[in-house]
């Protein structure tokens, strides 16, 4: 009986073990509404791109099965698209039974047997209203600049910065509420625009390292927890670099770095030694691209003195500002990030409106803004040269 019970006993622990074993196989069953005997695409984000998996055939009841290898520390997304339009986005880990039922347009989306699968179906529903929002915003400040209506087309680029800020209140919001989610990495990498990543703050390490001291003892193997590292990093390197270049600075202005339009950039404290002008402006703006004309005539009379000009455009649209720029042959120095409204430009020198100067001294003191008349500008520079 000792024999025999101790023969139970191995045997019930083995069986046990091998249950518990790394299982490093995904069950994917969908269920596609309308598909039958069609054919659906499985494809996988590699990072930076995404590639196709494979081609499945549905069934009369346009159901398929599909079978992947992903190891249960280190997750995967995958996507199943049907006619060229993405039905459903998943986080895929070994072991995982996932379930899909959806129809052909996408709009029932239901997910079973994986909980960060269903949490990402949320965070994609409210990244595709905020960029409809924000897409139908862009279209309206277009239609306020063509009417050169610049009451409503601040109005709309204020609206934008809200809906920016409230993105990325959200954002945080779930990433301190789900920490151990890998859903955070979609949130962290997540652009807000074509121009503008929602976390592009240098100070946004503190999020990327969050996340990776959270993910990084559940998932040490994944190549997103790792990217995480790197890119925070990356961003508190650029943090010290920037506190070590303030404590040495003697700067009395915030510094500035933009592009121009051969997207050189250029530093305002490279103009710091004679006295200079920092100009802010919309390219779409008629009445201010009519100012240029006028300020020409005021640098044409300084410039051999030494005068020089730093105009940062904050406009969304650098092909129309660049345009302006050639047309007009300003021959000062002429920027723009492209970020409009969200400009980082804008919060530095806490602008609430458009246009504004500032006009420093030699040392690099503000003497006088928005002098916009250039009778009164020709009096001040006249004094100060």
């Given at each position: 009986?000792?024999?025999?019970?101790?023969?139970?006993?191995?045997?019930?622990?083995?069986?046990?073990?091998?249950?518990?074993?790394?299982?490093?196989?995904?069950?994917?069953?969908?269920?596609?509404?309308?598909?039958?005997?069609?054919?659906?695409?499985?494809?996988?984000?590699?990072?930076?791109?995404?590639?196709?998996?494979?081609?499945?055939?549905?069934?009369?009841?346009?159901?398929?099965?599909?079978?992947?290898?992903?190891?249960?520390?280190?997750?995967?997304?995958?996507?199943?698209?049907?006619?060229?339009?993405?039905?459903?986005?998943?986080?895929?880990?070994?072991?995982?039974?996932?379930?899909?039922?959806?129809?052909?347009?996408?709009?029932?989306?239901?997910?079973?047997?994986?909980?960060?699968?269903?949490?990402?179906?949320?965070?994609?529903?409210?990244?595709?209203?905020?960029?409809?929002?924000?897409?139908?915003?862009?279209?309206?400040?277009?239609?306020?600049?063509?009417?050169?209506?610049?009451?409503?087309?601040?109005?709309l680029n204020k609206e934008?910065?809200?809906?920016?800020?409230?993105?990325?209140?959200?954002?945080?919001?779930?990433?301190?509420?789900?920490?151990?989610?890998?859903?955070?990495?979609?949130?962290?990498?997540?652009?807000?625009?074509?121009?503008?990543?929602?976390?592009?703050?240098?100070?946004?390490?503190?999020?990327?390292?969050?996340?990776?001291?959270?993910?990084?003892?559940?998932?040490?193997?994944?190549?997103?927890?790792?990217?995480?590292?790197?890119?925070?990093?990356?961003?508190?390197?650029?943090?010290?670099?920037?506190?070590?270049?303030?404590?040495?600075?003697?700067?009395?202005?915030?510094?500035?770095?933009?592009?121009?339009v051969q997207s050189r950039?250029?530093?305002?404290?490279?103009?710091?030694?004679?006295?200079?002008?920092?100009?802010?402006?919309?390219?779409?703006?008629?009445?201010?691209?009519?100012?240029?004309?006028?300020?020409?005539?005021?640098?044409?009379?300084?410039?051999?003195?030494?005068?020089?000009?730093?105009?940062?455009?904050?406009?969304?649209?650098?092909?129309?500002?660049?345009?302006?720029?050639?047309?007009?042959?300003?021959?000062?120095?002429?920027?723009?990030?492209?970020?409009?409204?969200?400009?980082?430009?804008?919060?530095?020198?806490?602008?609430q409106r458009i246009p504004?100067?500032?006009?420093?001294?030699?040392?690099?003191?503000?003497?006088?803004?928005?002098?916009?008349?250039?009778?009164?500008?020709?009096?001040?520079?006249?004094?100060?040269?």
């Amino acid at each position: 009986m000792k024999i025999l019970y101790k023969i139970v006993c191995v045997s019930a622990l083995s069986f046990i073990l091998a249950g518990c074993a790394k299982d490093d196989t995904a069950r994917l069953q969908f269920n596609i509404e309308g598909a039958g005997n069609k054919e659906i695409i499985l494809s996988k984000l590699s990072v930076n791109r995404i590639d196709v998996v494979d081609t499945l055939k549905t069934d009369a009841g346009g159901a398929a099965r599909y079978e992947v290898a992903v190891a249960a520390d280190a997750p995967e997304f995958f996507y199943v698209s049907y006619n060229r339009k993405r039905l459903a986005s998943l986080i895929v880990k070994g072991g995982d039974r996932i379930v899909v039922d959806v129809d052909t347009l996408g709009t029932s989306l239901v997910v079973k047997g994986s909980d960060e699968s269903v949490l990402l179906s949320e965070i994609e529903r409210e990244i595709y209203n905020s960029t409809a929002r924000f897409d139908s915003l862009a279209i309206a400040v277009s239609d306020a600049a063509q009417a050169d209506d610049q009451q409503l087309y601040e109005k709309l680029n204020k609206e934008i910065s809200s809906l920016y800020v409230t993105e990325k209140r959200e954002a945080i919001k779930r990433l301190m509420s789900n920490p151990t989610s890998f859903t955070n990495v979609i949130l962290l990498y997540r652009r807000f625009s074509d121009n503008l990543a929602l976390f592009a703050d240098n100070m946004d390490f503190i999020y990327f390292k969050t996340a990776y001291d959270s993910l990084s003892p559940l998932y040490p193997n994944s190549a997103y927890v790792k990217s995480l590292k790197n890119d925070a990093d990356n961003l508190q390197r650029l943090v010290e670099l920037g506190n070590r270049l303030s404590e040495a600075s003697e700067l009395a202005y915030p510094e500035l770095e933009m592009p121009d339009v051969q997207s050189r950039m250029h530093k305002l404290s490279s103009l710091q030694g004679k006295p200079f002008i920092l100009l802010f402006w919309s390219a779409a703006n008629a009445e201010q691209k009519m100012y240029n004309l006028e300020l020409k005539k005021v640098y044409d009379r300084y410039a051999d003195a030494g005068l020089n000009i730093y105009q940062v455009c904050v406009d969304s649209d650098k092909a129309l500002w660049a345009s302006v720029v050639k047309e007009q042959q300003l021959p000062w120095i002429n920027v723009c990030d492209g970020r409009g409204a969200s400009s980082q430009a804008l919060a530095i020198y806490a602008l609430q409106r458009i246009p504004a100067m500032f006009i420093f001294d030699s040392e690099g003191n503000i003497v006088e803004k928005d002098q916009f008349d250039t009778a009164k500008l020709s009096g001040t520079l006249a004094r100060l040269f």
